[in-house]
């Protein structure tokens, strides 16, 4: 079975630029979550979505949105690009919308702002 | 709020030692906590989770960790480090609640020494 899949693996854009990055979750779960890894620190939690609804959201500003499909995929976008959104992106599918259950993550999406 | 520190952010043992990663953890109600591995240009894979089952906690790989109420901890150890355990090692406490946010530490990148 397909994991998750994350496209583009990688990109570069300039400042003041948009992007947007896409998730396929697992087949069968409709959880979906974001997470931006800042090179040598820990990810932090941008968004989960679940049954297309938004269920959470970290403390990240408004540049950043999200959306999920009717087939549970996902898209990020990130707005008015700052040097500082550098990071890989990852997203995270889970069959269950609470905290038990275990996050899949797909290998993320390296972006690049210059 | 709930938190995790890892203390240290490089460890590097020699293959055949004792591996022992260090996390101690913050959090208002019964924690559950993961930890996960990342190897190189790749996403993150849960190595083990405590739900508040049993304290000592068995993963994949040969992994294992305790959890010490008593001391706010969940070290993550292995009896044996191999060199294909070199990666980097994330700490993470679930948030709680209806999301299954997680909110990780900084890592621990683990070197094994031939």
């Known amino acids: 079975d397909a994991g998750v899949t994350q496209s583009p693996t990688h990109l570069i854009k300039t400042r003041g630029q948009q992007v947007t990055l896409r998730c396929s979750p697992i087949?069968?779960?409709?959880?979906v979550s974001w997470y931006q890894q800042v090179l040598g620190q820990g990810p932090q939690f941008i968004f989960q979505?679940?049954?297309?609804?938004?269920?959470g959201r970290g403390n990240f500003p408004d540049r950043f949105s999200a959306r999920q499909f009717p087939n549970y995929s996902s898209e990020l976008n990130v707005n008015a690009l700052l040097l500082g959104d550098s990071a890989l992106y990852l997203c995270?599918?889970?069959?269950?919308?609470?905290?038990?259950?275990?996050?899949?993550f797909g290998e993320g999406s390296r972006l690049t702002v210059l | 709020a709930q938190s995790v520190t890892q203390l240290g952010s490089h460890v590097s043992v020699s293959e055949g030692a004792l591996v022992l990663l260090r996390c101690n953890y913050s959090?208002?109600?019964?924690?559950?906590l993961f930890w996960y591995v990342q190897y190189p240009n790749q996403g993150l894979q849960l190595l083990l989770k405590?739900?508040?089952?049993?304290?000592l906690v068995k993963g994949i790989n040969g992994f294992e960790a305790e959890f010490k109420k008593s001391e706010t901890s969940f070290h993550l150890t292995k009896p044996s480090a191999h060199m294909s355990d070199a990666a980097e090692y994330f700490c993470?406490?679930?948030?709680?609640?209806?999301?299954?946010?997680?909110?990780f530490g900084t890592g621990t990148l683990l070197a094994v020494q031939p």
């Open positions: 979505y679940y049954e297309k609804e938004e269920r």
């Open positions: 993470a406490v679930s948030e709680g609640g209806a999301t299954n946010k997680l909110i």
């Open positions: 405590y739900t508040s089952a049993a304290t």
């Open positions: 959090s208002s109600v019964p924690p559950y």
């Open positions: 995270a599918s889970s069959f269950q919308r609470g905290n038990t259950g275990e996050l899949f």
């Open positions: 087949s069968g779960h409709k959880s």
